[in-house]
């Protein structure tokens, strides 16, 4: 089971990225998948997460889009801000947790794309 990320970059201030997660050795159309990310010096935090329905960060939502095709999570991340910046983790779990928002609940990791957002 592994999970790929990518679609990281620089971008300045306003300006939009999309992440994506690949998932392969396993059917993960079914599965809970989410974003998470991590700044420097802090701990990994929850972006968001799709199942039967989408979940958002309340420092993300208006401006980031999560979807899925099948094995593969899209993030649309819009008017990027300097405190996005971080390493964006995609993550997966067969059911969504009932406390989607904690990394501890999620199975499986892909290795982190980095975004740097420049003001």
């Known amino acids: 089971v592994q999970l790929q990320a990518s679609g990281g970059g620089l971008v300045q201030a306003g300006d939009s990225l999309r992440l994506t997660c690949a998932a392969s050795?396993?059917?993960?159309?079914?599965?809970?998948m989410a974003w998470f990310r991590q700044a420097p010096g802090k701990e990994r935090e929850f972006v968001s997460a799709?199942?039967?329905g989408t979940y958002y960060a309340d420092s993300v939502k208006g401006r980031f889009t999560i979807s899925r095709n099948n094995a593969k999570i899209t993030l649309q991340m819009n008017s990027l801000k300097p405190e996005d910046t971080a390493v964006y983790y995609c993550?997966?779990?067969?059911?969504?947790?009932?406390?989607?928002?904690?990394?501890?609940?999620?199975?499986?990791w892909g290795q982190g794309t980095q975004v740097t957002v420049s003001s």
């Open positions: 993550a997966g779990a067969r059911f969504l947790p009932a406390h989607y928002h904690a990394a501890r609940n999620y199975e499986y």
């Open positions: 050795g396993r059917t993960f159309s079914n599965y809970a």
């Open positions: 799709i199942w039967s």
